[in-house]
């Protein structure tokens, strides 16, 4: 049996496929196809970011209910990363560079509070989509300067 010491083949394969949307919606935002504009790119890209950036706030929540009481501090800091993700994108606008700067400071943030609490397997997988998934934010922020 597997454990995030040493995370499945499909752990690995959903992280990896979760980067995907990142990488190409950030390479159509900096580069334009014919079918989608960098500017719809760019949207969706940071609609993306923000659902994911809710799916590991989430994660945290559930990881920190598992034991026998939750951290108070915890859950409610858990929640921040998503009113953070939410706030850029109604304050900057969808798509906006900032938006996606503010993802991509709420991925970082996000994998630097949950390192020390990870195991090893995890932190690879983590460090991995979270490297991938910050580079298709970039490229999309990049594009829209």
Known sequence: MAT????????????LLGVIPFLGLGTAAAVGTMEITPEAAREVL??????????????????????????????????????AAWAALALAGVGSAVAL?????????????????S????????????????GGLALGLISGL
């Open 4 to 15: 995030m010491n040493q995370p499945t083949r499909t752990a690995w394969t959903l992280a």
């Open 46 to 83: 940071s609609l993306y970011g923000a659902v994911i950036v809710a799916f590991l706030a989430g994660a945290r929540w559930g990881a920190a209910s598992a034991g026998a009481r939750a951290s108070d501090g915890v859950l409610v800091l858990s929640n921040l990363f998503p009113l």
């Open 119 to 134: 195991a090893p397997g995890y932190r690879r997988l983590r460090l991995t989509a979270t490297v991938g998934a910050v």
């Open 101 to 117: 700067g503010a993802l991509g400071l709420c991925l970082l943030a996000q994998l630097a509070w949950d390192w020390p609490v």
